[in-house]
């Protein structure tokens, strides 16, 4: 029963990723493994799916987006499902190279028009920021210039220009 309740305390119920109590865990409170590269989403349109077809419809395009999002990116990283429609890859990576990889990959799952058809027939439509520690910038600061990152993209995007 304890390790049942300490899985679903960790997993996010919707999408079957780890949730905000496992990223809190691993990201804010794991000084000694502090990731070097974060990466911040944001679902665009899910209030459209929710108006339109209801919460369970909603749902299911979160859970297409984990996976779809989960499955291109495993290698990279830790992607944890943070609040509503947002979500965040934590990584480790070590060279500049393993970072301009994770930034190609990136790239291929935003041009992706749809989610992963096994997932479910949703599109594939996100903002993101991606951000590499800085030398002696703290956990906060990092995901906080993630985001921003995420959200001058999303502003971008919604205005018509290209994602940066």
Request: charged share 30%.
């Amino acid at each position: 029963y304890l390790t049942l309740v300490r899985v679903f305390n960790k997993t996010d119920q919707v999408t079957g990723i780890p949730n905000r109590n496992a990223f809190t865990l691993n990201y804010f409170r794991e000084k000694r493994k502090s990731a070097t590269v974060l990466v911040s989403f944001d679902l665009n349109h899910l209030k459209h799916f929710n108006d339109e077809s209801g919460h369970k419809t909603g749902d299911q395009y979160l859970r297409a987006f984990a996976q779809t999002a989960q499955k291109q990116l495993s290698s990279y990283g830790n992607l944890y499902r943070v609040g509503g429609d947002e979500f965040c890859l934590t990584s480790n990576l070590s060279s500049e190279h393993d970072t301009d990889r994770l930034k190609k990959a990136l790239e291929k799952l935003s041009r992706m028009e749809k989610c992963d058809p096994a997932f479910g027939d949703f599109p594939m439509d996100f903002a993101y920021g991606i951000a590499c520690r800085l030398p002696g910038e703290s956990n906060e600061a990092l995901y906080e210039r993630a985001d921003a990152i995420m959200y001058m993209n999303k502003r971008s995007m919604e205005s018509g220009e290209t994602r940066k």
